[in-house]
Nanobody, 127 residues
Framework: VELVESGGGSVQAGGSLRLSCTTS????????MGWYRQAPGNGCELVST???????WYADSVKGRFTISQDNAKNMIYLQMNSLKPEDAAVYYCARPGPVGWVRTLPGISLGRLYAWGRGTLVSVSS
């Protein structure tokens, strides 16, 4: 099952981007969903999650700057990223957890026993 992300791009530090994620295979709004990111040379870091009931979680590194949300009508998950920093630069992956649930760090997005994940969208932040 493949998720489709969009919204990445290049911004200056302090700027904002909104990432989107959807699929035609299931309801992302009724599922636990989240975002990982992978910077060059690093593993995948769990950034934020949202459950089917709307409960959210954020990594300390993005708390207060990023907001995850869902749109029932569009079957979409969003990650609003404000006050971006150069250290936020990475490939961002939308994901749905598998039977082991969320894992904070993964060696690679395809190695996390996830139920679904996308191809990623690149976020670049210049200082």
């Amino acid at each position: 099952v493949e998720l489709v992300e969009s919204g990445g791009g290049s911004v200056q530090a302090g700027g904002s981007l909104r990432l989107s994620c959807t699929t035609s295979e299931f309801s992302v709004v009724d599922s636990d969903m989240g975002w990982y990111r992978q910077a060059p040379g690093n593993g995948c870091e769990l950034v934020s999650t949202i459950s089917g009931d709307g409960s959210t979680w954020y990594a300390d590194s993005v708390k207060g700057r990023f907001t995850i949300s869902q749109d029932n009508a569009k079957n979409m998950i969003y990650l609003q990223m404000n006050s971006l920093k150069p250290e936020d630069a990475a490939v961002y992956y939308c994901a749905r957890p598998g039977p082991v649930g969320w894992v904070r760090t993964l060696p690679g997005i395809s190695l996390g026993r996830l139920y679904a994940w996308g191809r990623g969208t690149l976020v670049s932040v210049s200082s």
